[in-house]
Nanobody, 120 residues
Framework: QVRLVESGGGLVQAGGSLRLSCAAS????????MGWYRQAPGKQRELVAR???????NYVDSVKGRFTISRDNAKNTVYLQMNSLKPEDTALYYC??????????????WGQGLQVTVSS
């Protein structure tokens, strides 16, 4: 079994910062891509940022220049540094990871979700 445990959400004023963390644990052979998604009320879940095991990153246009994704491969942990937060960043944020549990078997795992609320 693989678990993704998230931390770091909360309430912040517009212009403030938050740092989200997500640690993968369990029967892990290796971790491939890791990322953060978010879902605001009444909207579809969207990819916010993603990072490969080699460190390549991509971001949704609305967060470019404000959010930074990074990872610590030794700890199987991914981070999302969110700066200059806006009320429209308010959402439930989910960690995602593609985890190999053996050399030939992998699956997609999700965290439980973190609420991020940005007040104006």
């Amino acid at each position: 079994q693989v678990r993704l445990v998230e931390s770091g959400g909360g309430l912040v004023q517009a212009g403030g910062s938050l740092r989200l963390s997500c640690a993968a644990s369990g029967s892990i052979f290796s971790v491939n891509a890791m990322g953060w998604y978010r879902q605001a009320p009444g909207k579809q879940r969207e990819l916010v940022a993603r990072i490969t095991s080699g460190g390549s990153t991509n971001y949704v246009d609305s967060v470019k220049g404000r959010f930074t994704i990074s990872r610590d491969n030794a700890k199987n942990t991914v981070y999302l540094q969110m700066n200059s937060l806006k009320p429209e960043d308010t959402a439930l944020y989910y960690c995602n990871a593609v985890v190999h549990t053996s050399a030939s078997w992998y699956n997609d795992y999700w965290g439980q979700g973190l609420q991020v609320t940005v007040s104006s």
